[in-house]
């Protein structure tokens, strides 16, 4: 794995924008994986800028969500379709057909996360994934447990999670408590991964990561070490137990 440790969040975000942006700019038909959560929001200001500022062009992006919320639609301020018109859609040129989030009020979340891998497969998979990790060591949706699933499809998120994302809702009551999510194995499909980690809250699980040089499905994220094109980029503070 590749580790860029940098002085502070907003250099985090600019050094994960300027390796999407590397990637963009070498082909305008990338498939690109895409995260929610608050680590990414730098790096998706880094990218509005780059379009602003700088032409980048996302008119021939395809873009594929890892996760949504069960029970919340598009107009929900929670969901991630929200989010990310938010923080990125509204406010580059990407086409909103080429735009894809999970479906939250799917009927058939399992039957729908198939047809989710297939579309991205179809879109010929996805070059660059972007990801976050939660204090437990998720990556997506995929909560450690005993066995993690292969492919897009319903998961159960655990109390650690809801206890962690309550932040941006009224009440931990209001938190779902199931979503859709991108697989291990669909993850593990994306030819190049980065991975954001900030602040002191993620040291931990980081440390973890980075030292035990062994894969388990309790800590999701270890299943990184396997693939063979993985970038960390996290700051100091996210870093600041590895070693110690
Ligand atoms: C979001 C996602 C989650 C988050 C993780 C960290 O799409 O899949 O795995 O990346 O929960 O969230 P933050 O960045 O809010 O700490």
């Given at each position: 794995m590749k580790i860029i440790v940098t002085d502070s969040y907003d250099e985090m975000s600019k050094a994960a924008a300027e390796i999407f942006e590397k990637e963009i700019r070498q082909d305008s038909k990338i498939v690109l994986g895409l995260a929610t959560g608050s680590t990414p929001i730098g790096t998706y200001e880094e990218l509005v800028r780059k379009y602003k500022e700088?032409?980048?062009?996302?008119?021939?992006v395809t873009t594929f969500n890892l996760d949504e919320y069960v029970g919340l639609d598009v107009k929900d301020p929670n969901s991630y379709r929200f989010f990310m018109e938010e923080h990125l859609f509204n406010h580059v040129n990407t086409n909103n057909e080429n735009t894809h989030v999970p479906d939250?009020?799917?009927?058939?979340p399992d039957e729908y996360g198939e047809k989710y891998d297939k579309m991205i497969e179809a879109a010929g998979g996805i070059r660059i994934q972007l990801l976050g990790i939660g204090s437990n060591g998720h990556i997506a949706f995929n909560e450690p447990d005993e066995e993690l699933p292969v492919g897009t499809g319903l998961v159960n998120l655990t109390i650690q999670t809801i206890e962690d994302n309550a932040?941006?809702?009224?009440?931990?009551?209001?938190?779902?408590?199931q979503a859709i999510s991108m697989g291990m194995g669909s993850i593990m499909k994306a030819k190049k991964i980065v991975i954001l980690a900030s602040g002191e809250g993620k040291a931990e699980i980081i440390k973890k990561l980075l030292e035990r040089g062994k894969v388990s499905t309790r800590i999701p994220?270890?299943?990184?070490?396997?693939?063979p094109d993985v970038t960390l980029v996290c700051d100091r503070k996210a870093y600041s137990l590895v070693g110690r």
């Open positions: 700088e032409k980048l062009d996302f008119s021939g939250g009020m799917t009927v058939n932040r941006f809702f009224k009440s931990k009551e209001q938190v779902p408590t994220a270890t299943f990184l070490l396997l693939h």
